[in-house]
């Protein structure tokens, strides 16, 4: 990259398509979401199965490898689940939930599909705090019982759900707090829990909660000089809403992350020049999956 340049990630391939199914809608409005979602929230519309299975075809002739579907909540969708199990046709799935709205025979006709194909299904579940005192005040009344049910649903029909959990501590608490998750998440019988802990990122509601990113909280030339751009998922993933492709599911709401109308416009440079990737370049691809392997409290 010329000096005084702004930094440019090419995206040297697909490997992985994110959904926006629900788009900014959620049942819930907490107050460190960085995409604004509330209930009332219609500024995207919902993605048809049509969409996605058009989509879907697309991606397979890119060779992408895997699919993410996110929101909002993908569950308050009416066609999720033939959504969830066309997709499984295609490559391994992850749907990111809050956990508060799942249903039982949802779930066994997700287990049943999962069994009968040769993909995986994973479950993300964002809990805040290992307690209703810590997580409600972010997330919202009543929404820890809620989200352990759902946790709770999950492991009941075999799944194993990566809880991800937004660092609002101090770094001198966190090995107490996730020794406490481990704790509650045994309590309801989910014997090795995975968990995810993420960074806050200072958009959407996050901004009014703490503050939004300063003037120099941005990548810069010298910073991006010999910086492996492979660990940004913007160099190997887009993400689908009903206006076309967007770089991320981070800046989906900035107007420059559209893209094009098709996977294969999208994939062209993209300047990083957000306060989010300023974040993601101090701490890697914070949308992918961590191991598979079920994790300890020090093991994430
Ligand atoms: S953080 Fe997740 S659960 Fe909370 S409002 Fe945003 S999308 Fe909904
Ligand atoms: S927010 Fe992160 S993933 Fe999105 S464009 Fe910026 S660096 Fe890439």
């Known amino acids: ?16 398509l994110w959904f926006q199914v629900t788009g900014l809608r959620c049942n819930l409005a907490c107050h460190h979401c960085f995409v604004s979602c ?18 879907l075809e697309e991606a397979a002739a ?4 895997e699919f993410y579907f996110t929101g909002g909540e993908p569950f308050l969708h009416p066609q999720i689940v033939p959504i969830l199990i066309a997709a ?43 307690s209703p005192e810590s997580n409600d005040p972010i997330r919202g009344e009543g929404t820890f019982v809620r989200a352990m049910s759902g946790v709770k649903l999950l492991v009941e029909h075999n799944f194993l759900p990566i809880i991800t959990a937004v660092r609002t501590w101090s770094d001198a608490a966190e090995s107490h707090i996730v020794a406490e998750f481990v704790h509650a998440l045994k309590e309801i019988g989910y014997a090795r829990p995975r968990i995810k802990l993420l960074p806050t990122l200072q958009i959407g509601a996050e901004e009014s909660r703490s503050c939004g990113y300063a003037d120099h909280d941005r990548i810069t030339a010298e910073m991006w000089a010999g910086f492996d751009s492979t660990q940004l998922v913007c160099e190997n993933s887009r993400v689908v809403s009903d206006r ?24 062209r440079p993209f300047e990083v020049s ?15 999956n961590p191991s598979s392997a079920p994790a300890t409290g020090k093991d994430r």
């Open 244 to 267: 076309g492709v967007h770089v991320c599911p981070i800046l989906i709401e900035s107007p420059d992350s559209l893209l094009g109308k098709t996977l294969a416009q999208s994939l």
């Open 62 to 65: 890119l060779g992408v490898k």
């Open 88 to 130: 499984l046709a295609y490559g391994p799935v992850t749907v990111l939930t809050n956990g508060t709205v799942l249903k039982a025979d949802w779930l066994r006709q997700l287990r049943d599909a999962e069994e009968q194909g040769i993909y995986s299904l994973e479950f993300r579940v964002s809990i805040d705090g290992f």
């Open 1 to 16: 990259m010329p000096a005084g340049d702004l930094p440019q990630v090419v995206p040297s391939h697909l490997d992985a």
């Open 38 to 55: 509330h209930p009332k929230n219609n500024t995207f519309a919902f993605l048809s199965l049509a969409d996605v299975e058009s989509r």
């Open 274 to 288: 957000h306060g989010a990737c300023f974040t993601c370049y101090q701490f890697g691809s914070i949308c992918a």
